[in-house]
């Protein structure tokens, strides 16, 4: 999608570590114009998918999550990292890896809010090494419900997430997927789609 | 509010501590269709300020504030809880007290995002002690921006946080104010507005 790569190119911010910083416009400050163009992609890129629901995870993800959710008019189910006392009853839960904050932790969704019926879209921003996607879709699979589709803002293609979830056979979009970053030159790549 | 005040009644559960669960509509499952009303409500009801930028926390308060930033066609900002490594620079932060869940934890913005010239409006989707928002209030104040007004979903009208708010000045509207709740007959009972 020309329109975020130029804005990845215009605004995001390299950092050590393979840290790619869009906290101006994706993750921290929202740009909601940009967002909503973002949600009508994923629309168009599903358009053939029976999704009944969308379902992400806190935090960030959520700004993107909602606005495709309106885009295809469903609900946005985001599940919850483990601290949540308020959630009632039965839930789905898994453990995540998070590379970014060196820890495990558990991520929950109520056994309420989804089953076999549902035909879901996961929606991230990110995509790096996947340990939190597959932690959705897995939580998707535990409830028997059929996961439609993946789509990702921006994926780091030097990392192997991508590539080990399109391999698992899972339609995986992502919006700008970044094949190498130079933090030295500034000089971001991007994957022809 | 009508349409979130019959919606509370007909789906929120009531549970022992005072709690109003509403995760089928509001804050684990959102209805984006009922989230799009209340930010058009929220535009309504502050129309006349200068808003430029919408404040919420994270988590459950994003999808709301998304919504509502899309109305005023502004940008959304949230605070972050205090994990968060991939915040670059210097921020604002604060600490708030939890009720909920029995702690005390730091929020934070990124300085590079809020500023004297920014006018705010704060959104999130519960008030009740106010602790959260007295937190965001104090970082909106720390980053000498103005505080525009507050939009509230839900006001749990029995706990003190909205009176200490509106008694400190600011405009503060909830779009539905619970003055009672009955967990033995599930009478919820509205503050007229």
Known sequence: MKLLEERIRR???????????????????MDMRLLGEMGRE?????ADRPVNKILTIEASGIGIACMTAQCFDVPLLFAKKARSLNISGDVYSTEVRSYTYGQTYKITVSKRFIG????????????????????????VTAAGATVEGIGICIEKGFQPGGKTIR?????????A???SMNIETGEIVFREQ
Chains 1, 2 share one sequence.
């Open 116 to 139: 076999p019926k549902d035909h879901v879209l996961i929606i991230d921003d990110f995509l790096a090494n996947g340990c939190a996607l597959q932690g959705l879709i897995d939580l």
């Open 42 to 46: 994923f629309k168009r890129l599903f």
């Open 167 to 175: 391999e698992k056979g899972y339609r995986l979009e992502s919006l």
């Open 11 to 29: 605004d995001g911010i390299l950092a050590e570590g393979n840290v790619l910083k869009v906290d101006c416009f994706l993750n921290h400050m």
């Open 177 to 179: 997927i970044v094949d």
